[in-house]
């Protein structure tokens, strides 16, 4: 029985989790949305809802007491190893949940994967910027229908 083990081990050493949840989580803030697994999808919730937390409390620390905010910007940087996504957090992520008191983020599922039938799923931080796409032009194909 797994009475008080909350850990999920993912069939992974502690070193591998540790360093999967940390590419993980950089990727999310990086990009705000990634696709994984159902199972590494919930701990990444997880992982993930405590750095914005630590980044948003830099917010609220008056600028008088400077320490505190190094002290939270060090404590980030142990998970995250990237200075530009660690910027992008404290400038840019943090900001938009000022007013949130958690669910930074959701997770949808998308089905099973095609080879060993794992749980898909999508993570995305819940205030996310959409990306502008811009229309692709014409293909080849597409010119050629048309001339005909």
């Given at each position: 029985m797994r009475h008080k083990n909350k850990v999920r081990i993912l069939g992974r050493?502690?070193?591998?989790?540790?360093?999967?949840?940390?590419?993980?989580?950089?990727?999310?803030?990086?990009h705000e949305r990634i696709i994984t697994t159902k199972e590494k999808g919930?701990?990444?919730k997880i992982?993930?809802?405590?750095?914005?937390?630590?980044a948003k409390k830099n917010i609220i620390i008056p600028?008088?007491?400077?320490?505190k905010k190094l002290h939270n910007k060090k404590e980030v940087f142990?998970?995250?190893?990237?200075k530009d996504v660690?910027?992008?957090?404290?400038?840019?992520?943090?900001p938009r949940f000022k007013d949130r008191k958690g669910g930074y983020t959701r997770m949808y599922l998308l089905g099973r994967r095609d080879g060993d039938a794992a749980e898909m799923a999508v993570v995305e931080l819940v205030e996310r910027k959409a990306k502008v796409v811009e229309p692709k032009a014409d293909t080849k194909k597409e010119s050629k229908k048309k001339a005909k």
């Open positions: 050493s502690h070193a591998h989790r540790k360093a999967m949840f940390e590419n993980m989580v950089t990727s999310l803030f990086d919930k701990e990444l992982v993930s809802e405590k750095l914005i937390t630590k600028d008088s007491e400077p320490e142990k998970v995250i190893k990237n660690v910027k992008k957090l404290f400038d840019d992520i943090a």
